[in-house]
């Protein structure tokens, strides 16, 4: 069955980095497009990226332009989120998502605080 599951989150301070990946299984990766999304406590589920089959095609919330990178690589069926000048705002548990299907990844908890 179709499967993603993130990893990198972690703790970080104001500033730094962190990039998250994604690994997909159970479809073929190289026609998916993915995105990425973030929930903070008490907050909705929003969206950050999104990477369509061509690489070059990509989408980013106003929060993410300029800080975070969206990427793929089809070899190793995995997404990336690079994601740079973390602010505090980013605190949430961040979710890969196939997009225009139902499959999402259990998420992981990016912390950013001194």
């Known amino acids: 069955q179709s499967q993603l599951v993130e990893s990198g989150g972690g703790l970080v301070q104001p500033g730094g980095s962190l990039t998250l990946s994604c690994v997909a299984a159970?479809?073929?990766?190289?026609?998916?497009?993915f995105q990425w999304f973030r929930q903070a406590p008490g907050k909705e589920r929003e969206h950050v990226a999104t990477i369509y089959s061509t690489h070059t095609l990509t989408d980013y919330s106003a929060s993410a332009k300029g800080r975070f990178t969206i990427s793929r690589d089809n070899r190793k069926e995995t997404v990336y989120l690079q994601m740079t000048n973390l602010k505090p705002e980013d605190t949430a548990v961040y979710y890969c998502h196939r997009m225009n299907y139902e499959t999402w990844g259990q998420g992981t908890q990016v912390t950013v605080a001194s």
């Open positions: 159970g479809f073929t990766f190289s026609g998916a497009a």
